[in-house]
């Protein structure tokens, strides 16, 4: 049974941070380009980061450039998005995705991030 659970969101003022962690099982972690997603009300779903499978390569959204890091630890099937200096526009559902090149794809049930003062 394939799974990913996220964990780490939470309520956070203006220029805090928070550590979102995605635990997967069910499948071949290392096998899969990880990514997190994050979806604010009533806008599109969109992608914050991405990390290859070894870790060799990070992309960002411009908009959190500078501000978030992905990692991952491929022998805990866990990637992780670092989050600092956050802003009330960060706010939003945060979703951890699994896709591999045969179009498999996976989907996390998401974990709510709310930067308000």
């Known amino acids: 049974q394939v799974q990913l659970v996220e964990s780490g969101g939470g309520s956070v003022q203006p220029g805090g941070s928070l550590r979102l962690s995605c635990a997967a099982s069910?499948?071949?972690?290392?096998?899969?380009?990880m990514n997190w997603y994050r979806q604010a009300p009533g806008k599109e779903r969109e992608l914050v980061a991405r990390?290859?499978?070894?870790?060799?390569?990070?992309i960002y959204a411009d908009s959190v450039k500078g501000r978030f890091t992905i990692s991952r630890d491929n022998a805990k099937s866990t990637v992780y998005l670092q989050m600092n200096s956050l802003k009330p526009d960060d706010t939003a559902v945060y979703y951890c995705?699994?896709?591999?090149?045969?179009?498999?794809?996976?989907w996390g049930q998401g974990t709510q991030v709310t930067v308000s003062s």
């Open positions: 995705n699994a896709y591999r090149y045969d179009d498999r794809n996976y």
């Open positions: 069910g499948f071949t972690f290392s096998t899969y380009v």
């Open positions: 990390i290859t499978l070894s870790s060799s390569r990070a």
